[in-house]
């Protein structure tokens, strides 16, 4: 039997429910409504996400049960391949992956806040969320998991209560539900289909995310393997119904563009009055996002301290990894006033889709280069969820760089070219890093 860790299969579901459940399923429609036009088209967008997520999730799932060891792309990537690409997705994962979208999310979070209490700017908002979560994770992993359950519970009921009210209500939506197969299909196969994609790969992010204190948890490799699986189809649901109620709720121009859809869809709904109070409640649950990446993201710093000198500052000396803790929390707030909310979505989400993409690879090759490895945990119907997740990914990407490509010239930030770059410059950065040390 299994020592207790602290953790178990509940809290790691949370954790990752959690962080899929936040800024992308409350943000992202508003920019796919400005290039795709019918219902179909956008809930296929997110079925085809929550597939893809599923079959990223299995994958990970067989590769951490390889090598159980807390750190998340860093621990897999460095024994995977070469310490240079665990360091970049170290680095990525600590600034685009967990940092910029704790900005993110509290800026969201800000947004919804603010329609409650306008007394309350939209940064000062996001300030105060951060500083709360940060004081909250700061006591222990078992505070940090009685957190994020109780937190994670309340947001999945306000979303089910939001759903349900959406159908029983009479709604103003227009969008077109009938399929046409001639013009959706057009629309699927156009590059702004693929950068709709990329947000929507942006609000599965965290499907992966049990796997950053993979160490903490009890029985760790089949409790990973139950929150991500389990995790994922939960928020695919959740997801579905949740941007079908949008746009059942309010008119596509009404929401064209906006980031705070969700406002948008209760005043439709309910009037301004009420839909005062539910912003305030949908900022309830992006607390409940911003705790999640609070709790996972300084567990990968936490995990490079023990393995590099340069970083040896920010390995724990208990539990709790405090000084990566402050260290995100204080980026995240730098990140806050710094960046504009879609090209910091683009920006990261280009150099996290590269890095999950090498795990999953990392599935085949742990299969080519160790075949008599022991696995307690095995992707079904391999190889068809990793090739069908690389190859969605790759397709992602090559579109949205395509988009980016056409677009040089015109004064405005390149993502995709500046999420590559940064790939490409943390890979090499290690180089010097190790000459310097040795």
Known sequence: MSEKKGAGAAAATALVVASMVGTGVFTSLGFQLVDLTSGPQILFLWLLGGFIALCGALCYAEVAASLPKSGGEYHFLRSLYHPSLGFMAGMLSAIAGF?????????????????????LSVELSAVLVILLGTAAHAISTRTSARIQVGATALKLLLIVVFIVAAWVLPGKGDIR??????????????PAFAV???????????????????????DPQHTVRRALVGGTLLV?????????????????????????VGHVASVSLFGQGAARVVAGLFAVGLFASVSALLWAGPRVLGAMG????????FAPRKDVPHLSLIFQAALALILVAAVGFRTLIEATQVGLTLCTSLVVA?????????????????????????????????????RTAIVDFEALGDGQPKPTLIGMGAVLGLVLLWFPLKRLRQ
């Open 306 to 313: 023990k393995n590099m000198q340069a970083l040896r500052m």
């Open 99 to 119: 940092a910029a979208p704790t900005a993110i999310t509290a800026l969201a979070f800000g947004k919804y806040f603010h329609e409650c209490f306008p007394v």
């Open 177 to 190: 539900w009938a399929i046409d197969w001639t013009t959706d299909s057009r629309t699927i196969m156009q």
């Open 362 to 398: 990392g599935c085949m090759v742990l299969r080519k280069r160790m075949p008599d490895l022991d696995r307690p945990v095995k992707v079904p119907l391999y190889p068809l969820p990793p090739l069908i997740f690389l190859t969605m990914a790759a397709f992602v990407i090559v």
């Open 196 to 218: 709709a994609l990329l947000f929507v790969f942006y609000s599965y992010t965290g499907w992966n995310a049990a796997v950053y204190g993979l160490e903490e948890w009890d």
């Open 236 to 260: 695919a649901l959740l997801y579905v119904g949740l941007n079908a109620s949008f746009l059942h709720a309010a008119p596509v121009e009404d929401m064209k563009g906006v980031v705070q």
